[in-house]
């Protein structure tokens, strides 16, 4: 079994006695001796907030506190935890219980079905992360504010790539551009941090078209020598506001002697709600051009089968949350294949987010995704990293630069 030798301390919530000692059984097995045991969620929150717990194993189904409940009381500990879910029930509240813990950025391992398999309990631990208490980071966000207008104003942030992989070749056939904050004290700020305050301080549109200078021109080779070759970045809705943009990206491009074929721009989902009549003008247009257009996270947002009338993309990427687990998850299958089957139906591109594993691949590939991206092939790195990746990397067959 793959965990570190620190010991595990582990609270184990459920009223139902005997998927308890089943799970105590296991646990003992695994030679984790620091197990404690009540039926009771709000005893259960009383001692995580008294004792150095790492994981809490919970049941959906109490009579004190439901397991939501216990998620929304456990999202104000000052340490970081693990969670798993036993779920005797539906899948779909199984996946109800994953966004809550999603939304209050607690880490959910995974969920238990009952009756309890060993090796399901032993997989879902090997999956913590082990890291002694670590404290949860809490932002001053209006020191941020100021911090971040000043790494924008002097084009300070940096940028990595995650490849993007064809599914049937194994190729690498693409790249995603992501924006990345190094604090100088407190190290890397997370993008659902930084981005929020990029569109509240009125920055998106300068820091968009930063990040698309720098990809350019850390792309320019790859895309000179391999004219298939895309390179994907992300736009902010709130960033599409000047009706010049369109020609400015031309104009950048032209200045490398790169075309258009080879950028994506992608646009998140759940950002349509924020639409313009503008930010239409600008979208039409870019793809007039002959730019790419991805709608990203798809399935997460708003009125999105009104988007794909009136809006001309061209890439469909489903959301990882749909993806990372849906070989054993019906209702996360449901959602792709039905994801894959509009895709064909309007003749745009599909591409899976969250591979992480052999599972993820092999579903995707069987519904007939085209290429996919994730942590099972790569983890988002610098673009002198990515130049040696392919030499490196054992998972591609054959590589498409």
Not at 58 to 80: A, C, H, T, V
Not at 239 to 252: A, C, K, Q, V
Request: glycine letters at 4%; one cysteine or more.
């Amino acid at each position: 079994m793959n965990i570190k030798r620190r010991k595990l301390n582990v609270l184990i919530v459920d009223d139902d006695i005997d998927t308890v000692q089943s799970i105590v059984v296991f646990l003992k097995l695994m030679r984790i001796s620091n197990v404690m045991t009540t039926d009771s969620a709000k005893e259960a929150i009383e001692k995580v907030y008294f004792a150095p717990i790492d994981i809490v194993i919970f049941g959906l189904y109490m009579k004190d506190l439901d397991g939501i409940e216990l998620i929304r009381n456990l999202s104000d500990l000052p340490q970081s935890i693990s969670l798993i879910c036993i779920n005797s029930q539906s899948e779909h509240l199984g996946l109800a219980t994953e966004e809550m813990a999603h939304r209050h950025h607690i880490n959910l391992l995974g969920t238990l079905h009952t009756p309890v398999k060993y090796f399901s309990l032993c997989s879902l631990l090997n999956k913590h992360q082990m890291k002694p208490y670590a404290l949860k980071k809490h932002y001053d966000t209006l020191s941020l504010e100021t911090e971040l207008q000043h790494v924008i104003q002097n084009n300070s942030l940096s940028v990595l790539y995650q490849p993007q992989i064809d599914c049937h070749s194994e190729c690498m056939v693409g790249i995603e551009a992501l924006a990345r904050w190094k604090h100088e004290t407190m190290g890397d700020i997370p993008p659902d941090v930084f981005i929020p305050l990029a569109e509240k301080l009125g920055l998106m549109e300068m820091f968009t078209r930063q990040i698309y200078s720098k990809v350019l021109d850390d792309c320019k080779q790859v895309m000179t020598d391999n004219p298939s070759f895309t390179v994907s970045i992300n736009f902010s809705i709130s960033s599409l506001t000047d009706l010049r943009l369109p020609g400015i990206l031309i104009e950048e491009l032209e200045q490398r002697n790169l075309s258009p074929r080879q950028i994506i721009i992608e646009i998140t989902e759940s950002m349509f709600e924020k639409d313009s009549t503008t930010s239409l003008d600008i979208l039409a247009r870019i793809r007039l051009k002959g730019f790419g257009l991805s709608i990203d996270d798809f399935g997460i947002g708003y009125s999105t089968m009104e988007r794909f009338n009136h809006i001309p993309f061209t890439e469909l990427k489903m959301d990882q949350s749909f993806v990372h687990g849906a070989k054993k998850n019906k209702v996360k299958k449901a959602i792709l294949e039905s994801c894959v089957m509009l895709a064909k139906s309007l003749g745009i591109k599909t591409i899976a987010e969250g591979v992480e594993n052999i599972d993820d691949l092999e579903l995707v590939k069987q519904i007939g995704c085209d290429s996919i991206q994730g942590f099972y092939f790569a983890k988002p790195m610098s673009i002198n990293a990515l130049s040696d990746w392919p030499i490196s990397n054992n998972k591609v067959a054959k590589l498409g630069i």
